[in-house]
């Protein structure tokens, strides 16, 4: 007999919570529809060779891989060993394990495109909305599945894209009560910009992964890594200088057009930011230029969305350009831009902020107390009345005391009560009990439909 | 590089199937929710011991199990070492594999009832909707990730429950156009009480098993392997009489009640079936003998749905009462009954009747075009407002030739496209066309919304 228990890092999800994560997963997929996307769902398992190698050495460390099945069927043991053998020396084991859990969306995205290249149409807007899964280890906030929601183009490079979606970032987070987001913009090429005036392009990496943790770290240890990763004393002060550029975004603007005047890569990313600037009314942007993201796939454009201040919970999403994603399954010259909602996070923070809607549970509405066969065959009847007009409702299985009936209805939040006994089963009438203040009224079985809908 | 591909008995879902699949989804979930279930999600990975001896000795061999991470880390290697050895004996291996994937709805949910028993309002009715995992031979309608959907009741031994399961059935089949739908039903009680008087109790499983083929292999065979499973002529003679049993739902009640008059848990098995006709008014119910379900943890009721005689597909849903799920687990005493609805059978179904709305993608309703950076401004802040309104748009990203426009609008089967050009600037009206039916019109920017809505 197995005590039960549920894996590390996973969660159950009962009603309540599923209720309030679909209207943050509905609210965001009706906004990705009003802007053209489509969805896609791809299978929880890709072919280990899809994923490994895509997320750096701790990543591939984090995919949850499958073992192959009938591993221990005779004619497979031999394999089996030398899979097993490789697995010890770290290894990628097709022998062992050919498949494995999704560790996020975009790479199962990039591997859709590529297979589908010839037959999408592009641009090809897609949004997705799927559990992926990491072997992290487990703490607050962090598990190891969890929904990701991604809204990608592929296919264009104008920067209208990045325009439409802080378009949607602002649209989603106002809808959700959110106004007061901010959504963080910097561009990748106004980092390198700033690589080659301090130490070069080719300490591009280094520098974004130093100034990645600069929110976490703080300046002086971001000092101290970039010395580390070989930068010199004047590099050093560049970079400080630039990161201590402040004010308004124009003064921000202002400042880097005159740090980089002379770079090409500079005034390109510059461009960009005035794009977005000058082509977004509504959205809370703001341009920060110590915004690296770590994922040194982006090439442009990138994105940080944050929850309103009040709430300290940080990122709530983000997103960027990146120039050639399906490249990796052999398929170049495929640009696109995307963005993500972080919804756990989204979760946490409507929750601290009271901002789910009081009647977000589709929970029944009515129940009918069993008091015997008769008034069973009535309640049926009934049932199937309110049901027709949507209405949720239910018979208490069993017929038992009233007091084990009402203390179920209190428990599931029924609203009303509808007693049949042996008078209303002969005047056709049955009472109502409205259980949030106590109110009986008798109607007539004909009048429910519209009593219930009226009330 | 890897050349992508996707794994054997996986798919992808774009969007026209997303939307059918979500069509079918939602109209269940709808019906669940009227009858007072309310949604559950359980983790996609359980812990191994949780899954295996659940499903029999065929099923254990198609549970996909997740191998550990960090097996080669030097603290896990002679762990890992151990474990594999005995998977190579054919055992269960913590040390290799503590997690897999989820195999049916059904174990997850009796691990999570038995974790919280003590917090839930018995009974308990959940629903649940979830993608589930089988190593199974992909064929043509075999998937190795699939989705079930689910209904239970736990807590309750009344049946009203199974009549109101019948009529869930009945509306989600006429929501989704299925009307002649048929519902099978029998009771495991019936089955017994036929055991009872050909070879013995103890030979129950050998004949529902046995009796479960019927449908596949015929009378002949399904008599020689009662044979091979140590039933005499005598035995097999009693069996085939009770096989032929025809005739109307009174009819096979009636021959029932000659043949187990004597029996007790015979004559409780047609009180059920009795019970459930004389309750459920618009259902499709027949009574058929010889429907006995392979699972053997059934005891009361079950149910097998029919698609429509017309479409050649067979089960599109099953279910039945059990007594003891959670006993698996430590909880005993925990009655039950539940339904499942086969999604990927309800789809080809559909497919065949033709029976899915014609407008059932969310399609982009409206596409501007794109003729420069002075339309696309004005675009943006017509778009904005369409939106307000929930009317799903998009701007053509790129600045390229009409036709290419065009080309993308068809393919997404936008209906509206619309001309912004510099004419049009000025006089502050847009070219609305009709790309269905190539008219066009020209519209004031103020009353775009209007016009669209109105369309």
Chains 1, 2 share one sequence.
Request: glycine share 8%; aromatic share 8%; charged share 25%.
């Amino acid at each position: 007999m197995t005590k039960p228990s549920i894996p590390q890092g996973t969660r159950d999800f009962t009603a309540i919570t599923i209720y309030k994560r679909n209207y943050i997963l509905n609210t965001i997929r009706t906004v990705f529809e009003l802007y053209g996307f489509e969805p896609l769902e791809t299978p929880a398992m890709e072919n280990l060779e899809t994923l490994m190698g895509k997320y750096g050495e701790e990543g591939d460390k984090l995919i949850f891989k499958i073992l192959n099945n009938g591993l221990n069927d005779s004619k497979n043991i031999s394999k089996a060993k030398e899979g097993f053998d490789k697995l010890m020396e770290g290894k990628n084991t097709p022998q062992l394990t050919e498949r494995a859990l999704k560790y996020d969306l975009t790479i199962p995205f990039a591997r859709y495109v590529a297979m589908n290249a010839n037959m999408l149409t592009m641009p090809y807007k897609r949004y997705q909305m799927q559990p992926v899964w990491r072997a992290d280890r487990p703490q607050r906030g962090r598990y190891r599945e969890f929904t990701q929601c991604d809204a990608d183009i592929v296919g264009s490079t104008s920067l209208i894209n990045e325009v439409e979606l802080s378009n949607i970032y602002h649209r989603v987070f106002v809808l959700l009560g959110l106004k007061n987001y901010e959504l963080k913009v910097n561009s990748r090429k106004v980092l390198a910009a700033l690589a080659q005036i301090a130490g070069g392009e080719q300490k591009m990496i280094d520098i974004t992964v130093a100034i990645d943790k600069l929110d976490k770290i703080g300046l002086e240890k971001v000092k101290i890594e970039l010395t580390e990763r070989g930068l010199n004393e004047n590099n050093i002060s560049i970079i400080e200088k630039y990161l201590n550029i402040n004010g308004s975004n124009e003064d921000k603007i202002e400042a880097i057009e005159t740090l980089f005047a002379q770079s090409e890569i500079g005034r390109a990313g510059i461009e960009e930011l005035k794009y977005l600037m000058a082509n977004t009314s509504n959205v809370n942007l703001s341009i920060d230029l110590t915004l690296a993201r770590g994922l040194n796939y982006y090439t442009g454009i990138i994105f940080e969305a944050k929850a309103p201040a009040e709430v300290k919970m940080g990122s709530i999403g983000g997103g960027g350009r990146y120039d050639n994603l399906t490249g990796l399954f052999g398929v170049p010259n495929i640009a696109g831009v995307g963005v993500s909602f972080g919804i756990d996070r989204i979760y946490d923070v409507m929750e601290e902020m009271n901002l789910f809607p009081e009647n977000i549970a589709n929970t029944t509405k009515v129940i009918f107390f069993n008091l015997g066969q008769n008034e069973v065959k009535i309640a049926l009847q009934l049932m199937n009345t309110l049901r027709d007009n949507n209405i949720a409702c239910e018979l208490y299985p069993e017929n038992v005391k009233l007091e084990k009936q009402f203390k179920y209805a209190d428990k599931k939040g029924i609203l009303y009560a509808i007693i049949i006994g042996t008078k209303e089963l002969e005047t056709k009438n049955c009472m109502v009990k409205n259980l949030k203040n106590g109110i009986q009224q008798e109607v007539a079985f004909d009048d429910l439909t519209v009593f219930i809908n009226n009330k």
